[in-house]
């Protein structure tokens, strides 16, 4: 028997609903009766709400409805990683929003979940000021059901094995998305100052347009877990910014054109789950690229000082060998 023998209700109802993503779509591509059946949209807008369960927002939904082939489109978008290098986004329309679309899970359960609407036109004070997106309230917290037995030491590797992120962004204007997490974190430690744990969750994007030589930036996803007094950990702030090697959070303007230019980047294949992997790698790449810039700079500052200095006593020596002489 070969699968053209099978009857297509069999096919789709007890077939291809056990498929992931991923083989879905290498499916499509097995023959032509296959490639219609798995053109279904139910079949990927049960996929899509199954990886990220905030897609059953309404405003999701209309917002996945305009895309060229809906839910298909949409898959193929967010699930690979953006590629590591923008080439251009001399074509793009500034947009007036952008949606996102979050969910924060730990060991597989679902643990935070949100749609988020940004209000992006473009204004002078947009344009200047630093760009972020808060996605709780100052005094908002999100129970993370984790419980802290005393060992640091043993508690960030397990968030580090156990958490995952999916930060979908959403540009109507081009019906584009792309999801701007590591999906595994990249890096876990502890804020010595105040105890706080940072989950950083990161997407590294070497530039090749012209954004005042900025090099690389690094698409960069906070989680703030706080220790109750009982030990149970919670979430007390997730943030997204874009990042330049100085560690400086970039203009509406600058992080708008990087944004908006990764949904329509080249994706690449995710070679682990989520490509956490590869954009843990970057992201150490990038902390040594920008610890290295510091340094540099510091030598510069630190050259430029003393020949300030050597000039101001040589114009001191001077003035005085002319005043001794007269």
């Given at each position: 028997?070969?699968?053209a023998d099978i009857?297509?209700?069999?096919?789709?109802t007890?077939i291809?609903?056990?498929l992931?993503?991923?083989?879905?779509?290498?499916t499509c591509?097995?023959?032509s009766?296959l490639q219609?059946l798995?053109?279904?949209?139910?079949?990927?807008?049960?996929?899509?709400?199954?990886?990220?369960?905030s897609t059953?927002?309404?405003?999701?939904i209309q917002a996945?409805?305009?895309f060229?082939?809906g839910?298909?489109?949409?898959?193929?978008?967010a699930?690979?990683s953006?590629?590591g290098?923008?080439t251009?986004?001399t074509?793009?329309?500034p947009?007036?929003?952008?949606?996102?679309s979050?969910?924060?899970?730990y060991?597989?359960?679902l643990?935070f979940?949100?749609v988020?609407s940004?209000?992006?036109?473009?204004?002078?004070?947009?344009k200047?000021?630093?760009?972020?997106i808060d996605?709780?309230?100052?005094k908002?917290?999100?129970?993370?059901a984790?419980?802290?037995s005393?060992d640091i030491?043993?508690l960030?590797?397990?968030?580090?094995k156990n958490?995952?992120?999916?930060?979908?962004?959403?540009?109507?204007?081009?019906?584009?998305?792309v999801n701007?997490?590591?999906?595994?974190?990249?890096?876990?430690?502890?804020?010595?100052?105040n105890?706080?744990?940072?989950v950083?969750?990161?997407v590294?994007i070497?530039?090749d347009?012209?954004?005042h030589?900025?090099?690389?930036v690094d698409?960069?996803?906070?989680l703030?877990c706080?220790?109750?007094?009982?030990?149970e950990?919670?979430?007390s702030g997730?943030?997204?910014?874009v990042?330049d090697?100085?560690?400086?959070?970039?203009s509406?303007?600058e992080?708008?054109m990087?944004l908006q230019?990764l949904?329509?980047?080249?994706?690449r294949s995710?070679?682990?789950?989520?490509?956490?992997e590869?954009q843990?790698?970057?992201?150490d790449?990038?902390?040594q690229?920008s610890?290295?810039?510091k340094?540099k700079?510091?030598?510069?500052?630190?050259?430029?000082y003393?020949a300030?200095?050597?000039?101001?006593v040589t114009?001191?020596?001077l003035?005085?060998s002319?005043?001794?002489?007269?």
């Amino acid at each position: 028997m070969s699968i053209a023998d099978i009857h297509k209700d069999i096919i789709k109802t007890h077939i291809l609903t056990r498929l992931d993503g991923q083989t879905l779509a290498a499916t499509c591509c097995a023959s032509s009766r296959l490639q219609s059946l798995c053109s279904d949209p139910k079949l990927w807008s049960d996929i899509c709400s199954s990886n990220w369960p905030s897609t059953v927002h309404p405003i999701i939904i209309q917002a996945i409805s305009n895309f060229p082939s809906g839910y298909r489109t949409f898959y193929s978008d967010a699930y690979p990683s953006p590629t590591g290098r923008l080439t251009t986004t001399t074509s793009l329309q500034p947009t007036s929003h952008i949606l996102s679309s979050i969910d924060l899970r730990y060991n597989g359960e679902l643990v935070f979940s949100k749609v988020e609407s940004t209000n992006t036109t473009p204004s002078d004070w947009f344009k200047s000021s630093p760009f972020r997106i808060d996605l709780l309230e100052p005094k908002e917290v999100v129970p993370l059901a984790v419980q802290f037995s005393g060992d640091i030491q043993f508690l960030l590797p397990n968030l580090v094995k156990n958490m995952t992120l999916s930060w979908i962004m959403i540009d109507p204007s081009q019906n584009r998305a792309v999801n701007l997490s590591s999906i595994i974190p990249v890096s876990v430690q502890r804020n010595l100052l105040n105890g706080d744990i940072d989950v950083i969750f990161s997407v590294v994007i070497a530039l090749d347009v012209p954004l005042h030589d900025k090099g690389y930036v690094d698409c960069n996803i906070r989680l703030t877990c706080g220790i109750k007094d009982d030990g149970e950990l919670n979430v007390s702030g997730v943030s997204l910014m874009v990042l330049d090697m100085d560690g400086k959070c970039l203009s509406g303007k600058e992080s708008m054109m990087i944004l908006q230019g990764l949904t329509v980047a080249k994706r690449r294949s995710r070679r682990y789950i989520g490509g956490g992997e590869e954009q843990k790698e970057r992201y150490d790449e990038f902390i040594q690229r920008s610890r290295e810039r510091k340094e540099k700079m510091e030598r510069r500052e630190k050259r430029i000082y003393m020949a300030s200095v050597a000039s101001g006593v040589t114009i001191i020596m001077l003035f005085w060998s002319f005043a001794l002489a007269y």
